[in-house]
């Protein structure tokens, strides 16, 4: 499969601050996503970028496929925003099949 | 639109019962999956179905675990007999051909 690596593997940070999350994989993608894990063990889809730059609010990601990374940014943080954020890729195969990196725990302080 | 839906949540055992969990996907994906998340890592795939056919099944093991996918839509996972190994999050998952995935809440399992 896919190998995906994200880091940092851990942040805190203070509520309001701005925070960059990264993503490298090792083959090309024919779909990529962001999920945010919270407390209770759910994943919530934040975006489907398997290329180019998408924004929501807050959130905004950058995908660069032929460079085989993806940014996750995340501005003006709030306690909420903690949890787990996971990177997901689709191989070229077509299966679709997603292979999770480890995630980035996001603790944010008040 | 609803979302994917499992149950149940939580599910305690002894090792050697056996254990099922229900997938009742979002309405009209017609590809479900199933992955197993330990704790501290990402999920990882069991098995994927298309419509009613298990496309990929290669990470499931197959002496203890089996799936099914009735008419295209719900899907039950089991496990029998359970181990203490088998401790984690079971989550499904779906989408419409081989787009975006939404996932379920999960259940965790304990075995004791």
């Known amino acids: 499969g896919i190998q995906v690596e994200q880091s940092p593997p851990d942040l805190i940070l203070q509520e309001g601050a701005n925070s960059t999350l990264r993503c490298n994989f090792s083959d090309s993608v024919n779909n990529l996503q962001w999920f945010h894990q919270n407390p209770w063990g759910q994943l919530i889809n934040l975006f489907y970028?398997?290329?180019g730059t998408k924004q929501n609010g807050r959130l905004s990601a950058t995908t660069v496929a032929t460079e085989r990374y993806s940014l996750l940014y995340i501005s003006s943080s709030q306690t909420t925003d903690s949890g787990v954020y996971f990177c997901a890729v689709g191989g070229p195969t077509g299966a679709n099949n997603l292979f999770f990196g480890t995630g980035t725990r996001l603790t944010v302080i008040p | 639109e609803a979302g994917v839906v499992q149950s149940p949540r939580y599910k305690i055992i002894e090792k050697k019962q056996p254990v099922a969990f229900w997938c009742n996907p979002i309405s009209g994906h017609n590809t479900l999956y199933w992955y197993l998340q330990n704790l501290g890592q990402g999920p990882e795939l069991l098995i994927r179905?298309?419509?009613?056919?298990?496309?990929?099944d290669s990470q499931l093991p197959k002496d203890r675990f089996s799936a099914e996918r009735l008419k295209g839509v719900d899907s039950t996972l089991k496990i029998q007999p359970a181990e203490l190994g088998d401790s984690a999050v079971y989550l499904c998952?779906?989408?419409?051909?081989?787009?975006?995935?939404?996932f379920g809440p999960g259940t965790r399992l304990t075995v004791l």
């Open positions: 998952a779906s989408s419409l051909s081989k787009r975006e995935q939404f």
């Open positions: 179905y298309e419509n009613e056919e298990a496309v990929d």
């Open positions: 970028i398997p290329s």
